[in-house]
Every structure is written in structure tokens, then in C-alpha cells.
């Protein structure tokens, strides 16, 4: 079992940034690769972005690439959603995940264990 809390959440302005932390708690955090995904109101839960175990590889959703940066600090047990250039339609809840499968992945299905979530408001 894998405990995650997400903490960083807010409102912000449009063009401005925020930085989202995922705390793990239970299992080792290095044995899981580590995902981000949100959910707006009305819409699915989508993929933003991912990273393997040990940092060296990260994905992202074409949405956020260049704006989002996704890191993790094993030690901490921690991982981190930098994102700056918000936009209007970045306003979800925030949610971070861990998994099991060989690397990183952008499937939902994929990821065992997930936090509550976070809410970012970005006004425009």
C-alpha cells in the first residue's frame, strides 16, 4: 500500500506558476514509476505527465510540454508538477499517482495507487 498526499494547490493568475508536491507514505517511493493527471469539471481524467522510478525519464501531455516539468526526490519520497505559463484551461483538480509497469505511462489503468487531489484555479 501506497499512501500519496498532493499539497501546492491554489488560485493563480493567468501566466503565472505553481508548484504541486505528491508525498508518499507506506511502500518504497523509488519502486514505482510516478504520474500526474487532472480532471476539469465535466471533462475525463486526463494524462499530464509522467516520471520513472529513478527520474531519468519523463513524459508529458503535448498541453503542458515546455510549461509543465515533472521531477522527484527519492529520498523525500516526493515527487513535483512545476508549472508555469498557466492557462485558463489548466484549471483542474490535480491528482498524482504511482504504478507498477516498466516505465512511465500515460494510462490511467495503469497507475494502483492515487492521492485525493488538489484544486488549480487559474482566472484569467
Known amino acids: 500500500q501506497v499512501q500519496l498526499v498532493e499539497s501546492g494547490g491554489g488560485l493563480v493568475q493567468a501566466g503565472g506558476s505553481l508548484r504541486l508536491s505528491c508525498a508518499a507514505s507506506g511502500r518504497t517511493f523509488s519502486s514505482y514509476n510516478m504520474g500526474w493527471f487532472r480532471q476539469a469539471p465535466g471533462k475525463e481524467r486526463e494524462f499530464v505527465g509522467a516520471?520513472?522510478?529513478?527520474?531519468?525519464?519523463?513524459n508529458y501531455a503535448d498541453s503542458v510540454k515546455g510549461r509543465f516539468t515533472i521531477s522527484r526526490d527519492n529520498a523525500k519520497s516526493t515527487a513535483y508538477l512545476q508549472m508555469s505559463s498557466l492557462k485558463f484551461e489548466d484549471t483542474a483538480v490535480y491528482y498524482c499517482a504511482v504504478g507498477s509497469t516498466p516505465g512511465p505511462t500515460q494510462w490511467i489503468r495503469d497507475y494502483n495507487y492515487w492521492g485525493q487531489g488538489t484544486q488549480i484555479t487559474v482566472s484569467s
Open positions: 516520471i520513472s522510478r529513478t527520474g531519468g525519464v519523463t
